[in-house]
């Protein structure tokens, strides 16, 4: 069965709260699952959440604080222990590969095989993942940090009025859909074109610690679900600004830009409160319309199906 969400497991900052803990999120999509930034007690937050380490197919560390990475001993031990089989690539900037073997082995345990290291480096990296394609680029934080996207490849939806109007039917439909052309009976021929439509691909990104950058931008462009980091409230900028991190105004303009249709907001500075939730998502409405969800740990966002976008399509 097909499951397309969000699982957050963590969503303060610097340091964990009393409501909030250490990043963590994984991101489920069509049997593989994408942990992004596993921090301190990820690997307890999992259990709460009802995953498990046979759900992780990629480990994507944007960058070597504490915050983003200091569960990855726990996760990477859980995935040995549970006697994981199949093959969990890590991605993690090249930059910090030191930070990377050091949580890799931060203690004596019955090692595994089955992480296989992906370490980024450049301005643009792609790799196969399962049904979708993986790519992380540069943002701009006082260490080097990348952000990450998942697309699906797009394809074509058949029209059922346009297939009984050319009398294109039963094992017909199959056989236009592998040739792309299909000739009739009374030698007539339909395309593929003819009777489908296009069907964009869905797509998630991750942008993490970063100030307004490019990478920000290309990461986000045109995403069904944008998850990123909303640190501080706009009477903050100047810091944000010092410590490479976004507002939620930053982060409501570049949902607006890239054409996003759900943000997550998270990534919340320990000075905040879930009574601020409020003054968060006031500020991406100052240049954002679209759904916008202010994360709580354990909670679980459906990235948005077909069928919404078809009907914002046909509103327009």
Sequence with gaps: MSVRELVVLGTSSAVPTRHRNHNGYLLRWDGEGFLFDPGEGTQRQMLHAGVSAHDITWICVTHFHGDHCLGVPGVVQRIARDKVTHEVRAAYPASGETYWGRLRNASAFADTDVIAPRPVSGEVTRWPAGPVTLTARPLSHPVQSYGYRVDEPGGRRMLPGELARRGVRGRMIGELQRHGSLTLPDGTTVTLDECSAPKPGQSAAFVMDTRMCDGAFALADGVDLLVIESTFLSDE??????????????????????????????????????????????????????DVVTARDLMRVPVPKRADYQAQRAAK
């Excluded at 409501?252 to 000075?271: K, M, N, P, W, Y």
């Design 237 to 290: 900028s100047a810091l944000a600004a010092q410590y490479g991190h976004l507002t939620a105004a930053q982060a409501g303009r570049i949902a607006a830009a890239c054409g996003v249709r759900r943000l997550v907001l998270t990534h919340f500075s320990e000075r905040y409160t879930t009574a601020d939730e409020p003054r968060f998502v006031d500020e991406v409405r100052t240049s954002y319309a679209g």
